[in-house]
């Protein structure tokens, strides 16, 4: 599956964005889908999971303030994202995978298929 991730853009601290990664195969609703993101100098790390009945998971720091969906029909997974801080400044990367499912969904390893990055710009 060739995954495309888009939204990104430069907003101001508060702002809000919404990112879209969007799935070339009709079967995207087999797959888990996750957000992971990678900052300047950083390594990167995960964002938030949904998994293909749709449960979601989120790493700590963004939890209540992103919230990850996915539209079968569309082949879509989207990431909105509210009061946006600088340091959530990074290229954010989506990927999937279609495999049994596990308890590590948090590892970048656990994923088959990427998507190029979008990049996303918090100003202070």
């Known amino acids: 599956v060739q995954l495309q991730a888009s939204g990104g853009g430069l907003v101001q601290t508060g702002g809000s964005l919404r990112l879209s990664c969007a799935a070339s195969?009709?079967?995207?609703?087999?797959?888990?889908v996750s957000w992971f993101r990678q900052a300047p100098g950083k390594e990167r790390e995960f964002v938030a999971v949904i998994s293909r009945s749709s449960a979601m998971h989120y790493a700590n720091s963004m939890k209540g303030r992103f919230t990850i969906s996915r539209d079968n029909a569309k082949n879509t997974v989207y990431l909105q994202m509210n009061s946006l801080e600088p340091q959530d400044t990074a290229v954010y990367f989506c990927?999937?995978?279609?495999?049994?499912?596990?308890?590590?969904?948090?590892?970048?390893?656990?994923?088959?298929?990427w998507g190029q990055g979008t990049l996303v710009t918090v100003s202070s």
């Open positions: 195969e009709r079967a995207f609703s087999t797959y888990a």
């Open positions: 990927a999937a995978r279609n495999r049994a499912w596990s308890s590590d969904w948090y590892e970048s390893w656990f994923y088959d298929y």
